[in-house]
């Protein structure tokens, strides 16, 4: 049965002290100035910090203050001639959409169909203009009176300039009361002026006689055309965003929960931490948890990106809206809503496609400025013709204006950034790679050095004790020092006092000395230190020839050295403890690739030169690239050292290397599963596998690569076709561009950018 339980509404904000940030979707936007002209209105609201459009996600990202109301920022928007619709945050809320009314989806779902309606109506009444207004070229034509001829263009015409293309003249009206011109500034001129002409010239054949032609055939095509480009663009778009909805339809639908010995089925957005849950074999687990009944082997690919299931048993952690494969088992739920994996990750990839890229920002200020210039081009057009061309000179100086006004449509320039970056973190996310934001998946592929920490990132991050000398109760006083520490060392000191049975009694007076070691009291209130060999010396220890040679042989095996020192009269070392931590399975082929790349690859550790040395050896990383004795504190300081003229990509597990992560030109974040600090980097690689770091440097070049062919093209399209269009070939060749031509390409060129990044899809890595 399932059980009804009413669910809490959700607000979309994030709070943020005295500010907070809010979604929403936006309808009636077509290009890169429509969101710049919603930003400038946004930002005159009072209370208004910050706010991000971006017109391919169709999203505003607005900071404001808490007294900010909604209707203050949705009028403000209306009043330029878009709206402001509240977003439902799918996936955020508790991880799984709700079933019934979602405003905004309903509205874009309507403004698709009604533009496909004014497509097939402009393509139905189009067909009979053009034939109509080339009577030499259909002689059926002929036998219809010259005024009737005109009569009917004008009236199949008429709908189509004011219904098919009434969003064009909509735009530029609001346009002009914001003081600015746009894209539809463009289109509503051009077609405005062939048809207004065209109009013109009708009524002086029906009242008298004129020898100029009229172009009602430019206006409806040139319009039917840029609808069918906005139609095709709208569907393409929608292919881009496929990353998210693909994330959204991993949300499992419901869950079995326990209570009071009886299993009830109960839906997503009514489950709370502490909740027992039941998963059986072949079920998505409903949110994160920790096991506490059973074992199973779970397919965490969508996490992880890895088709290798996971075995797990009680105590691990389970990612929601991952599969069980095998057992059944329960789990206690221990974050739902947006705390869990899936969520988190679905927010950071949202903010990476809304962000931009530093290239953005270059294609961005000249689309500013493009539309003015453009009209004042086609101004100077209109006047060259006018006052020099052959006659009719008016025909020559209308025509070529139009072309120059419809072939100048920066919609490409608009849309060639975004759309790659949206594919691009999509892309990214399929493979467990989550890219913070777009200047990341730009500068990530551009890194000149890559810093890789050693612990959990070269090597596994689960060392072992190998080797134990030196008095019997070594090991005894060691994990009694490490007893409460979280190192992995302190972890398998634990492990192997557990494995041998030793009674734990706790040191006194514990005190941990950053990257060197330990020291406290035993039970004898005796002084005893645990740490690196350097740091028993620093104190003042003695270390015999005997412990030295054993403790050159550990590090020259790639092990690191662990002396246990007791202070009696004197500090002497009674024990050494080696411990080892193997290299990950991919972390050679992962640096090999990395080379390959061009890459200068470095490993950073805080272990001694020996140790450090004999590690790289195993993964193919030169003696002089290693960095051996790096204190914590230090990390940031060496990054900086090599980013002198150099960009440095920091690789570590996202909690110990803050510091180096964020003073790093990338920091690359790389962990396991939930235990992954997911939010330390600007790269984070959730399945720790080292071979993402060279996958998220391969699709941050194709992402770079492929924004740069879709500016190549935008621009060329643009340098090479507004010249043609203003009639410059006239002289020498007598070719002039028909706006009906101009119409088309300039269609092409922008599905032909989305299209361009949708091929990031297929970019194999």
């Not at 930003?39 to 900010?68: D, W, Y």
């Not at 979280?486 to 557990?498: C, G, R, T, W």
């Not at 030793?502 to 209130?525: T, W």
Request: charged share 25%; glycine share 8%.
């Amino acid at each position: 049965m399932e059980e009804q339980i009413s669910p809490s509404p959700v607000r979309n904000v994030i709070s943020n002290g005295t500010s907070e940030k809010r979604v929403f979707r936006v309808r009636g936007m077509h290009c890169v100035s429509c969101s710049k002209t919603i930003e400038q209105v946004l930002q005159k609201v009072a209370g208004v910090e910050s706010v991000s459009v971006n017109s391919v996600s169709e999203e505003a990202r607005i900071e404001c203050a808490k007294e900010t109301k909604d209707e203050e920022l949705k009028q403000a928007v209306k009043k330029a001639g878009y709206a402001l619709v509240e977003k439902k945050e799918e996936g955020l809320a508790n991880a799984q959409p709700k079933e019934g009314h979602d405003h905004g989806s309903m509205m874009e779902g309507a403004e698709l169909r009604l533009l496909r309606r004014k497509l097939i109506a402009g393509i139905i009444l189009s067909i009979p203009i053009a034939i109509g207004s080339f009577p030499e070229l259909f002689p059926f034509i002929k036998t219809l009176e010259e005024q009737t001829r005109l009569s009917l263009l004008a009236l199949l015409a008429t709908p189509v300039e004011w219904w098919v293309g009434f969003q064009f003249w909509r735009g530029a009206w609001y346009a002009l009361k914001q003081g600015k011109a746009n894209m539809d500034t463009l289109v509503a001129l051009g077609t405005g002026a062939a048809y207004f002409f065209s109009l013109f010239i009708t009524a002086k054949k029906l009242l008298g006689s004129s020898e100029l032609e009229t172009y009602f055939d430019a206006g409806a095509v040139v319009i039917t055309l840029i609808v069918l480009g906005r139609y095709m663009e709208a569907k393409a778009k929608g292919k881009a965003s496929e990353a998210i909805k693909k994330l959204l339809r991993l949300q499992a639908k419901s869950a079995h929960v326990l209570r009071d010995g009886k299993e009830l089925d109960v839906k997503m957005e009514d489950i709370v931490v502490g909740h027992v849950i039941r998963v059986r074999p072949g079920e998505k687990i409903p949110v994160d948890g920790v096991i506490t009944e059973g074992a199973t082997s779970i397919d965490e690919s969508m996490a992880t990106g890895e088709s290798v299931p996971s075995d797990k048993k009680t105590g691990d952690e389970v990612i929601g809206s991952t599969v069980n494969l095998t057992g059944s088992f329960l789990f206690r739920a221990t974050k739902i809503g947006k705390d869990t994996f899936l969520a988190r990750v679905i927010q950071l990839v949202e903010n990476a496609q809304h962000s931009k890229a530093p290239i953005q920002r270059l294609a961005d200020k000249i689309t500013g400025v493009f539309v003015p210039i453009v009209l004042l081009v086609a101004l100077g057009t209109f006047a060259i013709w006018i006052f020099i061309g052959p006659e009719p000179r008016l025909n020559f100086a209308l025509v070529n204006a139009i072309a120059v006004l419809v072939i100048a449509c920066p919609c490409a320039l608009g849309l060639a950034t975004p759309t790659a970056i949206m594919v691009g973190t999509g892309k990214s996310g399929e493979h467990g790679i989550i890219i913070r934001d777009a200047e990341a998946l730009e500068l990530a592929g551009k890194a000149d050095i890559v810093v890789l920490d050693k612990t959990g990132t070269i090597t596994k991050g689960e060392p072992k004790v190998t080797d134990t000398i030196g008095e019997e109760n070594t090991l005894s006083l060691a994990v009694s020092l490490e007893y409460h520490s979280e190192h992995p060392i302190a972890k398998a000191i634990l492990q192997k006092a557990k494995e041998k049975g030793i009674k734990i009694i706790e040191a006194k007076e514990v005190r941990a000395v950053s990257g060197k070691g330990l020291r406290g009291k035993d039970a004898e209130g005796r002084e005893i230190m645990l740490g690196k060999p350097a740091f028993i010396i620093e104190e003042g220890g003695m270390i015999s020839d005997e412990i030295k040679n054993q403790i050159e042989k550990f590090e020259s095996e790639g092990k690191t050295v662990m002396c246990l020192a007791v202070r009696q009269n004197t500090l002497d070392v009674k024990g050494v403890i080696a411990v080892r931590d193997e290299p990950k399975p991919n972390a050679r082929e992962a640096i090999e690739k990395l080379k390959k790349l061009g890459k200068e690859v470095w490993m950073m550790t805080g272990d001694n030169k020996r140790t450090a040395e004999a590690i790289a050896e195993q993964v193919g990383i030169e003696n002089k690239n290693v960095l051996s004795g790096v204190l914590p504190e230090q990390k940031s300081e060496k990054i900086k050292e090599l980013q002198k003229n150099k960009l440095v990509a920091m690789v570590g597990d996202g909690i110990n290397d803050a510091p180096a992560l964020t003073q790093a030109n990338i920091g690359i974040a790389i962990g396991t599963g939930t235990d992954i600090a997911i939010e330390s980097g600007d790269i984070t690689l959730v399945s720790g596998d080292p071979i993402g770091i060279w996958k998220a440097m391969m699709i941050s070049k194709a992402t770079l690569r492929n924004i740069k062919q879709n500016l190549f093209w935008a621009y060329i399209y643009n340098l090479l076709l507004i010249p043609i269009a203003a009639g410059i070939l006239f002289p020498i060749n007598g070719t002039l561009l028909n706006p009906v031509l101009a119409g088309g390409a300039m269609a092409i060129s922008s599905l032909s950018v989305v299209v361009n990044s949708l091929r990031l899809k297929r970019v194999k890595i």
